[in-house]
Nanobody, 124 residues
Framework: QVQLVESGGGLVQTGGSLRLSCAAS????????TGWFRQAPGKEREFVAG????????YYADSVKGRFTISRDNAKNTMYLQMNMLKPDDTAVYYC?????????????????WGQGTQVTVSS
């Protein structure tokens, strides 16, 4: 199985940027499609962005399209989420997730492997 550790969260003002990283260890990272999810207080965990295991195909939730960019470096066993033009509504704990196979998924239930999460807070 694969172990995932997120980093890069923090406090930022509206309009600012952050770059999250998800470092993987264990089985070959390139065997997994991966994604980013987030969970705000009192809300369900929601899909943010997904990327195929080769990195060529990406998909975004409408709420972040045009502002966030997902990428991965299989040689470094790491996935990234570049977040620009941040808004207070982006405040949440951000999680990375992995699933064996080529293609990402958008449902929480499709990912068996999760990191511990990193807090992102956007102040108004």
């Amino acid at each position: 199985q694969v172990q995932l550790v997120e980093s890069g969260g923090g406090l930022v003002q509206t309009g600012g940027s952050l770059r999250l990283s998800c470092a993987a260890s264990g089985r070959t990272f390139s065997s997994y499609a991966t994604g980013w999810f987030r969970q705000a207080p009192g809300k369900e965990r929601e899909f943010v962005a997904g990327i195929a295991r080769g990195g060529a195909i990406t998909y975004y939730a409408d709420s972040v399209k045009g502002r966030f960019t997902i990428s991965r470096d299989n040689a470094k066993n790491t996935m990234y989420l570049q977040m620009n033009m941040l808004k207070p509504d982006d405040t949440a704990v951000y999680y990375c997730a992995a699933r064996l196979g080529t293609v990402y998924a958008t449902s929480v239930n499709d990912y068996p492997y999760w990191g511990q999460g990193t807090q992102v807070t956007v102040s108004s």
